[in-house]
């Protein structure tokens, strides 16, 4: 039975387990200094049509954590959403790696980041007993499921820039958005002023695995420190780059991630059809929230759904994988529209 509680859910895809397999074959040299990885970082730098440094590490907590190190000192500051996950789920990774460096959360709708909003943090206070904001950090896909346009970004990397700070993006779902909008990733990082991405290759079909892209390289002066002092640096380095070959090939990447993102739309579609219930956001990604009346909520863990209760925006959280079937929507669809016919 799949399930809608995370798109970590789903297994590895296909093209992501061929390259792995592919990859395991006689003795080659460890800690990166190996072709597959080599040719990976290549694969990106063309995908991202730049000359950008690429850094492989094993999961996403690890990349946002050591990417906003990299970006600021211990007595800085780090502009984030109220909803984002560097925020509310990485059990203070952030501060930890960074050697203290503060959180500022600033709210915003639909789960996005706003020029003021990053205006009124840097400019509130400017007294050494303040910690300096350094960075912003955004959410793309964001928590709630929404995309932000590259207008968007770029109004962010000028507020952000104009003050002196570097702009970071937590790319987790960083496919899903760009397979949402229809434009190219570099359109959506580099060219509209976000300085680093961690581009999630996990919820892509992955085993494991993240990219950490500076698209300034100097940027990413010693990060390789910081990835071996972290534990982040894989000896077996084939096993987490060689993935990212298969899902690079032919659009494998784009294509999973419109499947999922379909599947989203689909079920948001079908709730509101059967039951009146829309989705509390845009269904710009992968995601759906919407607010169940409790017989229905019920119902559907009584009936084996497995799903989130949304602490941070309310509502219940469905997330579709590049894996989700149209059958399995069609199915919890059909579920809502008889627990909605008994309520």
Not at 4 to 25: H, M, R, V
Not at 219 to 247: H, N, V
Not at 262 to 287: C, H, I, K, Q, S
């Amino acid at each position: 039975m799949q399930h809608f509680a995370s798109d970590n859910y789903a297994g590895i895809c296909p093209e992501a387990l061929a390259a792995l397999l592919a990859a395991n074959d006689g003795h080659v040299r460890s800690y990166g200094d190996d072709e597959w990885t080599l040719q990976a970082a290549d694969r990106l730098r063309e995908l991202f049509e730049t000359d950008c440094d690429v850094y492989f590490v094993f999961n996403g907590t690890a990349a946002n954590s050591l990417a906003l190190a990299a970006l600021c000192q211990s007595y800085h500051s780090v502009i984030c959403h109220h909803l984002a996950h560097v925020e509310t789920d990485e059990c203070g990774a952030p501060e930890f790696f960074s050697n203290g460096a503060k959180l500022l959360a600033v709210g915003g709708e639909q789960g996005k980041l706003t020029p003021a909003a990053i205006v009124e943090a840097v400019t509130r206070r400017s007294d050494i007993h303040h910690p300096k904001p350094k960075v912003v950090t955004l959410t793309q896909a964001t928590e709630v499921g929404t995309v932000y346009r590259p207008d968007e970004l770029r109004a962010l990397a000028d507020a952000a820039h104009e003050r002196g700070l570097r702009v970071h993006m937590d790319g987790a779902r960083f496919a899903n958005a760009v397979a949402g909008l229809g434009l190219s990733p570099a359109e959506m990082t580099w060219r509209a002023g976000v300085d680093v991405l961690c581009f999630g290759g996990t919820k892509m079909g992955l085993p494991v695995g993240e990219a950490v892209v500076f698209f300034d390289r100097r940027l990413a002066e010693d990060f390789s420190y910081r990835c071996k002092q972290a534990g982040q640096l894989a000896s077996k380095m084939r096993f987490l780059s060689a993935p990212w070959l298969g899902i690079l090939e032919n659009g494998t990447w784009l294509r999973h991630a419109a499947h999922a993102n379909a599947m989203a739309r689909r079920l948001a579609a079908g709730v509101a059809e059967v039951a009146g219930l829309p989705a509390l956001f845009p269904v710009d990604a992968n995601g759906v929230f919407v607010r169940l009346p409790g017989r229905i909520e019920e119902g559907l863990r009584e009936r084996g759904w497995l799903f989130y209760n949304f602490i941070g925006a309310g509502g219940a959280r469905f997330m579709c994988g590049w894996d989700t079937a149209p059958e399995t929507v069609d199915r919890l669809v059909g579920d809502v529209r008889e627990l909605a016919r008994e309520s």
